[in-house]
């Protein structure tokens, strides 16, 4: 049974992942709304206000669990209770570090995506400044997930797939709750309209999901049959499935709520469906903080 200390570090993966992916899901529904026409419409107005406060709150939450990686770190090390979050010695050793890095990098990506999520209400011109300024916050985040964990003897390739392959997720997982208050927010047109864009993108997200996800499992699980005999394999099983069921959810929604929704204007369905999808994306997220914080492969 694992300890207060590793109780703490696996509350903090878990954070990470979800304010990272509701960072990039937030961006990437921003970028999908920017190319529906603008209206004057009250309701859209409201859903992209709602859009930008969800945006900004997991950035900044985000950036707060980011300064606390590096004491949680330092007192786990330190095992000497609280005291040890604020050791100077054990504070520079970790600050040199791997985790170093990688708290550096995840500090400068959320706090890039804090200045552009500023800079939302200023002139049009500097519309594409900012998007360039997420998007290196974003791959700052990725990029950051490298330096630690049972990844970090990865080569260069493999570190990029892995780049990839949380990009592509947390595209994914992080849409879907936005998503899911769309169905309440946008007027029936509209909606079946960013579903349906929405639709075209997942289908590149999933493919460089599956994808990189296949090339990473063979390299970190081998022989295959560890996924069955070990913690860690039994742990990605359990990821499998649940990312399975988002698959087939997500498949029932392009092939049919979508197409439902726009014959019967109903998007309740639809709504409840990516909620439970949304639950799904949470399963993923502790399972994966678990066997990235407390196991590792058997090779």
């Known amino acids: 049974m694992f300890g207060n200390w590793e109780l703490k570090l696996l509350l903090t993966k878990f954070a990470t992942y979800a304010a990272v992916s509701s960072c990039v899901g937030s961006v990437l529904m921003q970028t999908l709304r920017l190319k529906q ?3 004057t419409d009250t309701k859209l107005e409201f859903f992209d206000v709602w859009l930008s406060s ?11 669990v980011s300064l606390l990686q590096l004491p949680l770190q330092a007192g786990a090390m330190a095992e000497n209770g609280l005291a040890g979050m604020f050791d100077s010695l054990m504070l520079s050793i970790m600050w040199q570090s791997a985790v170093g890095s990688q708290v550096s990098f995840i500090v400068s990506g959320f706090t890039l995506l804090l200045l552009s999520a500023w800079g939302i209400n200023k002139p049009v011109r500097f519309t594409a400044l900012l998007r360039l300024v997420s998007v290196v916050g974003i791959i700052l985040l990725a990029t950051s ?3 630690t964990g049972h990844t970090v003897a990865l080569n260069t390739v493999f570190k990029g797939l892995l780049v ?3 990009l592509a997720m947390a595209a994914w997982a992080g ?3 936005p998503l899911h208050q769309s169905c309440k927010a946008l007027p029936t047109d509209y909606l079946v309209t960013l579903m349906e ?3 075209k993108v997942a289908v590149f997200f999933v493919t460089i999901l599956i994808a990189c996800g ?4 063979l390299q970190l699980v081998e022989p295959i049959t560890n996924l069955f005999t070990t913690n860690y394999g039994q742990l990605v099983m359990l990821k499998l499935i649940f990312v399975s069921g988002m698959l087939l959810l997500a498949a029932w929604h392009k092939l049919k709520l979508v197409a439902e929704l726009a014959q019967h204007k109903n998007a309740q369905p639809l709504r409840l469906s990516i909620f439970i999808e949304t639950l799904l994306v949470v399963s993923v997220l502790v399972t994966t903080s678990v066997f990235t914080t407390l196991v590792g492969p058997q090779s």
């Open 175 to 177: 849409s879907l709750w």
């Open 54 to 64: 969800w945006f900004l709150k997991w950035a900044s939450f985000g950036l707060v």
């Open 164 to 166: 990839l392959h949380i």
């Open 197 to 199: 864009n929405f639709g």
């Open 37 to 39: 026409l603008r209206t």
């Open 214 to 217: 296949v090339l990473l499992l």
């Open 145 to 147: 997930f490298t330096f």
